[in-house]
C-alpha cells in the first residue's frame, strides 16, 4: 500500500462545474501538505500549501485537511479549461528535509 | 529567466549506455533535488543535495550518482542504462527551510531503448 493514495481520474468536467479532487494518506506523522499542479509536458508548480488540519483558500481554490481521517481535498470552483492538468497531492513529516511524498496524480479535464 | 532548467529535454539512447542530465537554479536556493516520473505519473524523490552535501538517497540503483558541483547545479549522471530507466527525470530546488515549496524544472524525457 502506498503511503499517498490518490485516484488518477481521468476526471472530465463541464466548465464552471465544482471539482473536488482527494488524496488519502497512512502517514500519521505528515504534518504539512500541498497541492501541485502539472500542465502536460511541463515541470509541477505548487498551488497550495497547507500546515496541519483546517482550511485556506486562494481565489477559486480551496484547500482542506482532515488529519483525523488523514484525508486531503482541493475544492476548484467555476473550473475553466485552463484548469486542465494533472493535480498531485504531497506531503511531508516534520524533518526538514523537504522529502516530499506525492500522490500519483489526477487527471482533470475541464471542457468548455 | 529561466528558474530551474535541465539539459537536454529529451534523451534517447540504447541499454548499457552511459548519460548525464544536467540541472541549473538561479534562485539562490540551498537544495536541490532530482525526482523520476514514471509512465503513470507517480513522482518519486530519488536524490536531495543541501549546500552541495547529500541529505537524501533514497533506495535507488547505484548506477545513478548524483554531483553537485556548486549549490547552484545538481547533475544526474546514469550507468549501464536499462529498459526501466525510461521516465521523466525532474530537476527541483528550494530554500533550506522551504521544503514545501519546491520549483520545478521543465523534466528531461528518457527512453531507453
Known amino acids: 500500500q502506498k503511503e499517498v493514495e490518490q485516484d488518477p481520474g481521468p476526471l472530465s468536467v463541464p466548465e464552471g462545474a465544482i471539482v473536488s479532487l482527494n488524496c488519502t494518506y497512512s502517514?500519521?506523522?505528515?504534518?504539512?501538505f500541498m497541492w501541485y499542479r502539472q500542465y502536460s509536458r511541463k515541470g509541477p508548480e505548487l498551488l497550495m500549501y497547507t500546515y496541519s488540519s483546517g482550511n485556506k483558500e486562494d481565489g477559486r481554490f480551496t484547500a482542506q485537511v482532515d488529519k483525523s481521517s488523514k484525508y486531503i481535498s482541493l475544492f476548484i470552483r467555476d473550473s475553466q479549461p485552463s484548469d486542465s492538468a494533472t493535480y498531485l497531492c504531497a506531503m511531508h513529516g516534520s524533518s526538514n528535509t523537504g522529502k516530499l511524498i506525492f500522490g500519483q496524480g489526477t487527471t482533470l479535464q475541464v471542457k468548455p | 529567466d529561466t528558474a530551474v532548467s535541465q539539459t537536454p529535454k529529451y534523451l534517447v539512447t540504447q541499454m548499457g549506455n552511459d548519460k548525464s542530465i544536467k540541472c541549473e537554479q538561479n534562485l539562490g536556493h540551498d537544495t536541490m533535488y532530482w525526482y523520476k516520473q514514471d509512465s503513470k505519473k507517480f513522482l518519486k524523490i530519488m536524490f536531495s543535495y543541501n549546500n552541495k552535501e547529500l541529505i537524501i538517497n533514497e533506495t535507488v540503483p547505484n548506477r545513478f550518482s548524483p554531483k553537485s558541483p556548486d549549490k547552484a547545479h545538481l547533475n544526474l549522471h546514469i550507468n549501464s542504462l536499462e529498459l526501466g530507466d525510461s521516465a521523466v527525470y525532474f530537476c527541483a530546488s528550494s530554500t533550506a527551510s522551504g521544503g514545501e515549496t519546491q520549483y520545478f524544472g521543465p523534466g528531461t524525457r528518457l527512453l531507453v531503448l
Open positions: 502517514n500519521s506523522a505528515f504534518q504539512y
